[in-house]
């Protein structure tokens, strides 16, 4: 089982940046791929970038390609979402989530935060 809990989110303006952080517990967090996910008001929740165990392999939506960088440090159990250049279509409660393969679809990971907020204005 793994728990985890996201930090960094807030209220920033179009062009700023942000870096999410998510802490896992739990034995197995260094063996999971971890990514993050997002939703906006009335949208699905979609796929934003995703990482493998070791930190060497790396997914991303096409819409964050260039802007967003995800990466992790399993010594602290934690991954993180460095987000730059961000856009008022940025603006969703971003979900960190845990699975066993890199990959973009949502029901591939079994393990979610809460959430935690991000909104851009413009």
């Known amino acids: 089982q793994v728990r985890l809990v996201e930090s960094g989110g807030g209220l920033v303006q179009a062009g700023d940046s942000l870096r999410l952080s998510c802490a896992g517990s739990?034995?197995?967090?260094?063996?999971?791929?971890m990514g993050w996910f997002r939703q906006a008001p009335g949208k699905e929740r979609e796929f934003v970038a995703a990482?493998?165990?070791?930190?060497?392999?790396?997914i991303y939506a096409d819409s964050v390609k260039g802007r967003f960088t995800i990466s992790r440090n399993n010594t602290k159990n934690t991954v993180f979402l460095q987000m730059n250049s961000l856009k008022p279509e940025d603006t969703a409660v971003y979900f960190c989530a845990g699975g066993t393969v890199l990959v973009a679809r949502k029901d591939q990971y079994y393990y979610w935060g809460q959430g935690t907020q991000v909104t851009v204005s413009s």
């Open positions: 739990g034995r197995t967090f260094n063996w999971n791929v």
């Open positions: 990482v493998n165990p070791t930190g060497f392999s790396t």
